[in-house]
Structure formats: C-alpha cells, structure tokens
C-alpha cells in the first residue's frame, strides 16, 4: 500500500534559525496537506498543495509540491519559540483512495 | 468553526473490559475517522465512515469496531481491551468533495490507559 515516509523524526534549532521537514512518497500524489500539532494538542489543518511544483507561504512557512507529485516540503525561516509542535504531512495517491496517508511526523523542539 | 467533541479527555480501564469512545462533529461533515497515536509512529488509521451506517477498515482495525447510527456521531468500541491499545485516540471529520478529500478536524483526543 502508499507509504509516505516523512524526515527528520526530531529537530531541535536554536531561536532564528531556519527549519526543514521532508514528506516522500512512494506514489504519486494527488495533493498533499500539512498539520501541525503543538504539545498537548491535536492536528490543525494548515495547507493543502495540490499542483506539481506549487509553493505556497504562510508568513514565514512555505511549503513546497515537488515537480514529480511525490515529494513535499515544509520550511519555517528564522524559527521562533511559537512554531514548536509536531508537523505532520497527508498524501492522498493519485487514482486511489480519497482518504490521505499521515506521516510520522517530525517534531521540531526551538530553544531560546 | 468547526467542533469535534471527543466524550472523555482520560480513561482508564481493565484488561478484558468492553470500552466505547464517542465523538460527536458539528458541521454536518459526511467524513468520520478514528485514529489512533503512538510515539515515533505518528498517526495510524484505524476505521473510517463517509455516511451514516457505512464504514470502511482503516490501517490497523484488528482489535477494533465502529458504529455510526447519526451523523454527527461516530463511535470507536474496543471489544476486548488490551494493554497494547494503551494510547491516545483522536477522532476527526471532514466534508466530502467530487473527486478531492478535504481538510479534517480533529478532535482533542481521549488517552486511554488499559491495566
């Protein structure tokens, strides 16, 4: 069945540094959603990219389809406190079912 | 904006005891999903339900049991529960689109504890 392996597990980055989480696939996508939960939460709905090579921000999120529909990323530029949480990508395959695939997720931990 | 209700926060129960999760949605969402969440492990599907009385096997329903008799709510029932369903369960929701899934609202999530 789909997998979609995501990377790194954890992160930690000082305070203003920059931060990358990875999403791959091992189909083709039909789009693709990204979550984020904080420490005691649950998910919450950030975005979903659906074209081949779409990029989208959020103030200093972008988040990024790749060319081939099976890769995805999340960046956060100069990282503060506030974006601490588990972020989470959700990969629908092309042609199957319409009920996406959650990745394990990667846990960004910012220090002060 | 959306609410999806999970009935308990904590729950502990005993090995062997017959236990029902509810949730309840309130933006008339055709989607309801049962997840449950472990450390290192993420998110994993354990049963789904795009319409009243109808549902479908998620990823790992082995243990497991769904009703959904209204629409707006969506219960998760542990026939038999073992200490390796210890974790936290989250159920969400989402509208159905032609041809697209849609964003899902979760719920807080209930920590179930089985000893």
């Known amino acids: 069945g789909q997998q979609v392996m995501q990377i790194p597990q954890y992160q930690h980055v000082q305070e203003g540094e920059d931060f990358t989480t990875y999403c791959n696939s091992s189909t083709t996508l039909s789009n693709i959603q990204w979550y984020k939960q904080r420490p005691g939460g649950h998910p919450v709905f950030l975005i979903q990219l659906v074209k081949s090579g779409e990029v989208k921000k959020q103030k200093r999120l972008t988040f990024q389809f790749g060319e081939a529909k099976k890769n995805s990323s999340l960046h956060i530029t100069a990282t503060q406190t506030t974006d601490v949480g588990t972020y989470f990508c959700?990969?629908?395959?092309?042609?199957?079912?319409?009920?996406?695939?959650f990745g394990r997720g990667t846990s960004l931990i910012v220090h002060p | 904006d959306v609410k999806v209700t999970q009935s308990s926060r904590y729950l502990v129960k005993r090995t062997g005891e017959k236990v029902f999760l509810e949730c309840v949605q309130d933006m008339d969402h055709e989607n309801m999903f049962w997840y449950r969440q472990d450390p290192g492990l993420g998110l994993r599907l354990i049963y789904f339900s795009y319409d009243v009385k109808m549902k479908e096997k998620g990823d790992i329903p082995e243990g497991y049991s769904v009703s959904r008799e209204k629409k707006e709510r969506f219960s998760l029932i542990l026939e038999s529960a073992s200490t390796n369903q210890t974790s936290m369960y989250l159920c969400?929701?989402?509208?159905?689109?032609?041809?697209?899934?849609?964003?899902?609202?979760f719920g807080d999530g209930t920590r179930l504890s089985i000893l």
């Open positions: 959700a990969g629908r395959e092309s042609g199957g079912s319409y009920i996406p695939t």
């Open positions: 969400a929701s989402s509208f159905i689109r032609q041809g697209s899934n849609q964003p899902q609202h």
